[in-house]
């Protein structure tokens, strides 16, 4: 018989298995909810990006079923040969117009925005400057460029200028952060590093993947937030998380826009939204617009369900934006309280190495704008509980 080449692979799923970090995917049975149901078990959903509860919002479903009638389920092509669509230029322009950029791209997902556009705009003689939690599209993306990577620790602007200013000034080097850490919920030093990029004449980018629909008018990103139109030449944004649907963006100038038309491997090689997606987060947009009061509820049930884990005694870390992270130390007990809640109704997803630092296991939660406060007591009730159960608090 055959050997299997592929033994290795089984190896290292056993060790997973010895860490504590190996984990069963839990199926959602039905629509991504505030309430929902996993692996047939009705819970409170803490787990998904869903902010403002727009993945089954009657908008988004209806344009979505209308683009699927009057255009078909697929765009058939890549972008650069038959595959761009009307309605994936209005969403370009809308989102554009959302970011106040001249202009913006769409890719397939948040991932291949951030990996397209930092591979594509550099090259081997070049440098990226990166806050050492960065996304891992980012440090993807980093990779492929060629370019060297100087990585920066977390938040730390001190370090990222003594780094920049060791750089020779004839090559191009990209400062670039997270708008918000995914992980541990605090938001990137986006004012000090524009300040810095602009002394030094560096490309300054931002990864908004968690700001979008939360931070900034009526969603618009930590950009807005901290006032800095204009000071960030790439901001990528994701249509995925807060937006409810699917894709990622890239918004700024004409010319940064156009080149990556031309030079940006997701864009030319891979095939392009279906069209009821690209209408779905159309009309994303404009319910981001037209109903600033699911933000409202967004950071009113944020403020509720944080204040309530640090009342309780859990390390919540340093959490600017509403994913709260609960600070545990090894994976296995991470894992434990997350099986714990998951017995008591919570669904909090535990996260260990890769995702996170070896000694920074967690669970991670996340509210939206749709929990209910009943729901929310409930879950920090379930915290309380599966938090002395696994010794935790
Ligand atoms: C910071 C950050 N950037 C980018 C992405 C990728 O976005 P998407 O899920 O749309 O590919 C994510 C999603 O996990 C993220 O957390």
Sequence with gaps: MRADPLRYLTDDLDSLKAQGLYRHLRVLDGEQRARASFDRRAVVNLSSNNYLGLTTHPKLREAALEATRTLGVGSGSV??????????MRLERRLAEFKQTPAAVVFQSGFTANAGAVSSILGKDDFIVSDEL????????????????????????????AIVQDLPRDRRRL???????????????????CDLAD?????????????????????????????LHGRVDIQVGTLSKAVGVLGGYV???????????????????????????????????????????????????????KSGLQALGFNTGVSESPITPVIVGEASRAMALSDALFEQGVFAQGIGFPTVARDKARVRTIVTATHTRDELQLALDAFAKAGR?????
Aim: aromatic residues 8%.
């Design 79 to 88: 972008r650069t040969i038959a595959g761009t669509m009307d309605v994936h």
């Design 134 to 161: 960065n996304h891992a599209s980012i440090i993807d993306g980093a990779r492929l460029s060629r370019a060297t990577i100087k990585v920066f620790p977390h938040r730390d602007v001190k370090a990222a200028r």
């Design 175 to 193: 400062i670039i952060t997270d708008g918000v850490f995914s992980m541990d919920g605090d938001l990137g030093a986006l004012p000090e590093l």
């Design 199 to 227: 002394e030094f004449g560096c490309i300054m980018m931002v990864d908004d993947a968690h700001a979008s629909g939360v931070f900034g008018r009526n969603g618009r990103g930590t950009v807005d937030h901290f006032g």
């Design 251 to 305: 918004a700024g100038s004409a010319a940064l826009i156009e080149f990556l038309y031309h030079r940006a491997r997701p864009f030319l090689f891979s095939t392009s939204h279906p069209p009821a997606v690209a209408a779905a987060c159309l009309a994303a947009i404009d319910v981001l617009d037209s109903e600033p009061a699911l933000i409202e509820r967004l950071w009113d049930n944020t403020h509720f369900f």
């Design 389 to 393: 159960s696994v010794g935790v608090i």
